[in-house]
C-alpha cells in the first residue's frame, strides 16, 4: 500500500505522462487550438467557429461563468463522503481521458 506522498508522486507522474501524450497526439493534427480555461470568455467564440458549432453561442459563454466542482462543494462532498484518495481520482481521470479519446 502506498503512502500519501507516494500517492501524490504517482498521481503527479499519471499527470504528466498524459499530458506528453496529448501533445505526442496533437503534433500530427493541422487542426488544433490552444484553449486556456482562464481566457475561455474570449477563446471560446473562435473554438465555436472552427468547428461550425451551432446554437445560442451567448448562453455556450455564459456557462463559464458557472463554476462547478468549486473548492466549496468538493469540501461538502468530502464531508459526506469518504476519502477516496489519489488513485481515486487518477482514475476517474484516466476513464475520462479514455472517453474523449475514443470520440
Known amino acids: 500500500m502506498l503512502n500519501e506522498d507516494e500517492e501524490l508522486d504517482l498521481c503527479i507522474d499519471y ?23 482562464e481566457r475561455a ?21 455564459a456557462e463559464f461563468d458557472n463554476p462547478s466542482n468549486t473548492s466549496e462543494e468538493m469540501g461538502k462532498r468530502r464531508k459526506k463522503e469518504p476519502k477516496r484518495g489519489l488513485r481515486q481520482f487518477a482514475y476517474k481521470t484516466a476513464r475520462a481521458v479514455r472517453g474523449i479519446h475514443r470520440r
Not at 15 to 37: G, S, V, Y
Request: cysteine-free; aromatic content about 14%.
Open 15 to 37: 499527470i504528466e505522462t498524459i499530458d506528453q501524450n496529448i501533445k505526442l497526439f496533437l503534433e500530427a493534427r493541422e487542426r488544433k487550438m490552444e484553449f486556456w480555461i
Open 41 to 61: 470568455q474570449d477563446d471560446f467564440p473562435s473554438f465555436w467557429s472552427e468547428i461550425g458549432a451551432e446554437g445560442d453561442l451567448a448562453a455556450a459563454v
